[in-house]
C-alpha cells in the first residue's frame, strides 16, 4: 500500500472561485480507479468533492486525469460541481507539471448524465441565465487549456456532459456509450456550446438531425460520423486514452502546446492569416532547449529526454 503523505500549499485562486479555500491537499494513496495504479497524486481541491484531480507519477509524470465522482446524481452538473471543473480547468493550464490531461469519471455506466435539472427547477430565470453562462465560460476555458485534453466516455453523456466532451481535444468512447444533446426536449437549446462545438466536427446537417430530434447516438454511430476519435469495446475507453496520453506525454511539451493553439485558432481565420499565426507558433519552438535535444537524440538513436525548456 502506497504511503500516506499529506502536503499543503498555496495556490492562486480565480476570481470565480472566491469561496474556495487556498489550498490543496495532496495525498499518496492506494488504487482508487480500476484502471488505475499506486504510481499516482490526488491533488484534491477543496473547492468541489465531485472533481478529483489526479497526477500521475512514475513514467506517467506529466499526466493528469479530472475525474468527475457525483455518483448519486449520475455525475449531473449543479452549482458545486462546476465550481469544481472551473477551479480544476484553471489550476491545470497553469501548472508546468501537466502534458496533458483526461476526463474520466469514476461512476460505472456514466460519463455525465448533464445538467442537474433538480436543481435548475429550483432556480429563478435569472439564476439559470447566470448558471448556463457560467457553465459555457468553463467549458471555453476547457477548450483552451494550453495542453492536450482527452475525454475518456463510457456510458451516458447527455446535455452538459457530451458539451463537456466537445471542449476536449481528443473523444474515446466505449461501444456501450450513450450520447446526445436532449435540450429541445425541454423546450430549451444546448447552451453550453454544443450548437457550436457539435457542426465544427460533424458538420451542420448531422448536427441539426441530432440537436433537433434529441435523439441519442451509440459509440460506434459517433465514431462514423467523427464525434469520436476511438470507439472501442466497453470497459477500455480509459486504457486507450492512457495509451494517448502516454504517447503525447514523450513528445515536446511545448510543441504539442503550440500545435494546439495553431490548430485551434488557426481554423477559426482565414489561410494567410494562420499560416502567420503557425510562423509565430513554430517560433516559439524554435529556440527551445527540447528543439536541441530532438534532434539530438535523433542522431544518437536514443528516446529524447524532454524537459518542457
Do not use: W
Amino acid at each position: 500500500m502506497c504511503a500516506l503523505r499529506v502536503l499543503n500549499r498555496s495556490v492562486c485562486s480565480s476570481s470565480y472561485l472566491k469561496t474556495a479555500k487556498p489550498y490543496l491537499t495532496i495525498n499518496f494513496i492506494t488504487q482508487h480507479y480500476q484502471h488505475q495504479t499506486c504510481r499516482n497524486l490526488i491533488l484534491d481541491t477543496s473547492a468541489s468533492e465531485f472533481v478529483k484531480l489526479r497526477k500521475l507519477t512514475g513514467p506517467d509524470s506529466g499526466i493528469v486525469e479530472i475525474s468527475l465522482d457525483r455518483p448519486e446524481a449520475r455525475n449531473a452538473i449543479g452549482k458545486e460541481m462546476l465550481r469544481g471543473l472551473s477551479h480544476v480547468f484553471e489550476l491545470i493550464n497553469k501548472k508546468s507539471y501537466t502534458n496533458v490531461a483526461m476526463i474520466s469519471s469514476s461512476v460505472p455506466g456514466v460519463f455525465c448524465a448533464g445538467a442537474d435539472l433538480k436543481e435548475r427547477r429550483a432556480m429563478s430565470e435569472s439564476e439559470v441565465k447566470i448558471f448556463v453562462n457560467s457553465l459555457r465560460s468553463t467549458f471555453s476555458i476547457l477548450e483552451v487549456v494550453r495542453v492536450p485534453t482527452i475525454a475518456v466516455i463510457e456510458g451516458v453523456a447527455l446535455g452538459g456532459g457530451l458539451e463537456m466532451a466537445l471542449a476536449c481535444d481528443i473523444r474515446i468512447c466505449g461501444e456501450n456509450a450513450l450520447m446526445g444533446l436532449p435540450e429541445t426536449g425541454l423546450a430549451i437549446i444546448p447552451g453550453a456550446g454544443g450548437t457550436q462545438r457539435l457542426p465544427r466536427l460533424v458538420g451542420k446537417a448531422i448536427a441539426k438531425d441530432i440537436i433537433f430530434t434529441g435523439r441519442k447516438i451509440d459509440g460506434k454511430e459517433a465514431l462514423s460520423m467523427g464525434l469520436v476519435n476511438y470507439c472501442v469495446p466497453a470497459g477500455e475507453a480509459y486504457s486507450k486514452a492512457l495509451a494517448i496520453a502516454q504517447d503525447i506525454n514523450q513528445k515536446g511539451p511545448v510543441a504539442t502546446r503550440m500545435a494546439k493553439r495553431a490548430i485551434n485558432e488557426g481554423v477559426e481565420t482565414d489561410l494567410t492569416s494562420a499560416l502567420a499565426l503557425e510562423e509565430d507558433c513554430y517560433d516559439q519552438v524554435l529556440s527551445t532547449k527540447d528543439r536541441l535535444e530532438g534532434l539530438a537524440a535523433f542522431a544518437e538513436k536514443r528516446k529524447p529526454r524532454y524537459t518542457g525548456e
